[in-house]
C-alpha cells in the first residue's frame, strides 16, 4: 500500500537496512520487468520443443516472489523434446535472490559444473 503524500513510508527503515547491508540488494526492478519476463516465459513454453540451449533453474523453496511449481514442469517439458538439456536444483531452504544468499558461491560451481558438463569434450 502506497503512504498518503507527505505520509512516511512505514516500510522505510526496512528498505535502509536492506540497503545498508552487503548480504542483500535492492534492485530497480519494475511492473514492466516482470510483465516482460512473464511473457517471455509463456512465449518459451510455448515453444518448448524449440529449445536448444542447456537450461538452469535454480530454484529456492522459500521463495515467496516466483511461483515454484512451474520449475520442474519446464524442465521435464525441455527434456521430453531433448534428454538433459534442462536442469533442475532445487534449494529448499534459500530464498528468493540465490546469488545473494551465504551459500552463493556454491550455487555458482553448481551452475559452471552444469554449463561445463555441456560443452564438447
Known amino acids: 500500500m502506497r503512504p498518503k503524500r507527505g505520509q512516511k513510508c ?14 542483500t540488494h535492492i534492485g530497480a526492478s519494475t511492473w514492466g520487468a516482470g510483465l516482460a519476463f512473464l ?12 529449445v536448444a540451449t542447456p537450461l538452469l ?6 521463495n515467496t516472489y516466483v511461483d515454484n511449481s512451474r ?6 517439458a525441455i527434456n521430453a ?15 528468493h535472490e540465490l546469488l545473494n544468499e551465504v551459500r552463493r558461491v ?15 569434450q
Open 81 to 95: 523434446g531433448t534428454p538433459g538439456l534442462g536442469t533442475l536444483q532445487t534449494y529448499p531452504d534459500e530464498w
Open 57 to 62: 533453474v535454480l530454484s529456492a523453496g522459500e
Open 10 to 23: 512505514p516500510f522505510r527503515p526496512l528498505y535502509e537496512a536492506f540497503k545498508d547491508d552487503p548480504m
Open 106 to 120: 556454491q550455487h555458482l560451481e553448481t551452475a559452471l559444473g552444469v554449463f561445463d558438463s555441456h560443452l564438447p
Open 39 to 50: 511473457k517471455a516465459f509463456d512465449a518459451m513454453t510455448a515453444e518448448v520443443d524449440r
Open 71 to 76: 520449475h520442474p514442469l519446464l524442465c521435464e
